[in-house]
C-alpha cells in the first residue's frame, strides 16, 4: 500500500441545526494497491474509496489533492489524488454526517504486514481518564426509592485506575440512596480555555471502602484535598467503574468506553500544564498562531481571528473565525512526534513557528548563508 499524502477533511457540524460549525481533522490518504491507479483515504478506522465517497452531496479542495468530477448521472467520474490538501464536505443531512463521522480522531498509514493506526488525538479513554485527573467535582446521579434519578454535586478523588473516591455524609439523600441501590452515575467536564467542554459520564456501583484499602483511599484523597477536617461518621465510598460515555466537547459525539480500557488508559501528561501553554501562545505568540493557520492547515479565507484552545501530547486544537465567509473553524493540528511534558511541547511548537515563518517568506537557510559570505 502506497502512501500519497497528508491532508485534512473539514466537515459540516450539522449535528445542532441552529448553528453550523466546521470540523477540520487531519488525515492520511493512499493507493489500495500498488498496481492500481484508484485511491481511498483512512478515516476513523474505515477505507473511504471513490464508491463510498459518492455518499457525499459534494467536495472541493483547497491547494490540490482531492478532485471530484460529476457526470451527468451525477456519480462520481473519478477520484484523483496530487498533493496534501484541505478537503472540505458540504454536508447536506444528519446521515451524511454520520457516514463520513465527523469526530475521526485516526489514521492508518501503509506498514509491513498491513495498517498501523496513527492517533491524531487522545483516545475517547484517555480522554476520559484527563478528565477525571483535573476535575475535583462532579454531579453524582442516584436513584432515589420513588424511582426518580436525584443528581447532587460531589467532591471526587481518583484511585490509580481512575475510579472515583468520595466521602459522603450518612445523613445525605444519596447515601441513602446508595445503600439501596449502588447503581449511579458521575459526570464531569472540564472547562478549557478555549470554550470546548471536554466531558464524561462514568457508570457503576458505588460500595464503601473496605479496611484494607482505607489507607489507600486516605491517601487519595489528601493528594487531591489535602489534610481536611472531617466529620465522625463520614465514610469514603468507591464507585467501580463499567462504562464510561465520553464527549470532546457539549454537543458532539458520544462514545462509550468499556471500564477495562478507561482503568487500562493513562491521563494526558501535559493535563496540568496546557492552560498556561494556552495562555502563552494567545497571549505572546499570536502571530505564530495565525502561521500555523496559514502554513499548517492552507486555509483559502482570510483570517479574522485565531486562537489556540487546548494542547495534549499529540497535537493542539484552535478555533479559527474567517473573514469573507464568516465561519467558524475548530482545526486539529498534530505535533511532527509525540510529546511528553511542558518542555517538550514548548520546544515543539517552537520548531513549528520557525518552520512555518520560512515558509510564509519562503526562506532558504543555505541560501541566506551562501549570500552573507
Known amino acids: 500500500m502506497e502512501v500519497l499524502g497528508n491532508g ?7 449535528c445542532n441545526s441552529s448553528s453550523s460549525k466546521d470540523v ?5 490518504f493512499f493507493s489500495p494497491h500498488q498496481s492500481s491507479s484508484s485511491t ?3 478515516l476513523n478506522g474505515r477505507s473511504w474509496s471513490s464508491s463510498s465517497l459518492a455518499r457525499l452531496p459534494r467536495f472541493r479542495t483547497r491547494s490540490g489533492g482531492w478532485i471530484r468530477r460529476r457526470c451527468g448521472s451525477g456519480k462520481i467520474e473519478s477520484v484523483a489524488v496530487a498533493t496534501a490538501a484541505v478537503v472540505v464536505v458540504a454536508a447536506a443531512s444528519s446521515a451524511v454526517a454520520d457516514s463520513v463521522n465527523t469526530t475521526a480522531e485516526t489514521t492508518a498509514t501503509a506498514a509491513a504486514g498491513g495498517l498501523q493506526q496513527v492517533l ?7 480522554a476520559a481518564r484527563t478528565v477525571m485527573e483535573v476535575c475535583v467535582e462532579g454531579t453524582l446521579s442516584t436513584l432515589s426509592q420513588d424511582g426518580w434519578p436525584l443528581g447532587t454535586e460531589v467532591r471526587f478523588a481518583v484511585d490509580v485506575e481512575g475510579n472515583p473516591v468520595l466521602r459522603l455524609q450518612p445523613s445525605a439523600l444519596h447515601t441513602k440512596n446508595l445503600l439501596s441501590d449502588s447503581r449511579c452515575s458521575l459526570h464531569a ?13 462514568l457508570r457503576g456501583r458505588i460500595k464503601r471502602v473496605d479496611e484494607s484499602k482505607l489507607k489507600e483511599m486516605e491517601f487519595a484523597w489528601e493528594r487531591r484535598f489535602g489534610k481536611e477536617h472531617v466529620h465522625d461518621h463520614d465514610a469514603l465510598y468507591m464507585m467501580k467503574v463499567e462504562q464510561v460515555l465520553q464527549a470532546q466537547d457539549m454537543g458532539e459525539e458520544e462514545i462509550w468506553v468499556m471500564g477495562t480500557d478507561y482503568s487500562a488508559a493513562v491521563a494526558d501528561p501535559l493535563r496540568e500544564c496546557a492552560p498556561r501553554i494556552v495562555e502563552d501562545m494567545n497571549r505572546k505568540h499570536w502571530e505564530d498562531i ?9 486555509l483559502d479565507a482570510e483570517l479574522e481571528e485565531a486562537s489556540m484552545t487546548w494542547v495534549d501530547r499529540l497535537g493542539f486544537d484552535m478555533r479559527v473565525l474567517t473573514c469573507e465567509p464568516h465561519k467558524i473553524l475548530e482545526i486539529r493540528i498534530p505535533f511532527p512526534r509525540e510529546v511528553t511534558d511542558e518542555r517538550d511541547a514548548r520546544s515543539a511548537l517552537t520548531i513549528m513557528a520557525q518552520i512555518a515563518w520560512e515558509k510564509e517568506r ?3 537557510p543555505a541560501e541566506a548563508l551562501l549570500a552573507s559570505v
Open 24 to 28: 477540520v481533522v487531519p488525515l492520511k
Open 40 to 42: 481511498a483515504f483512512f
Open 189 to 201: 467536564q472540564l472547562e478549557q480555555p478555549g470554550r470546548q467542554k471536554p466531558q464524561c459520564t
Open 290 to 298: 495565525r502561521r500555523f493557520c496559514n502554513v499548517y492547515t492552507r
Open 362 to 364: 519562503n526562506y532558504n
Open 8 to 14: 485534512f477533511l473539514s466537515t459540516s457540524n450539522i
Open 120 to 126: 491524531l488525538r487522545p483516545t475517547a479513554a484517555e
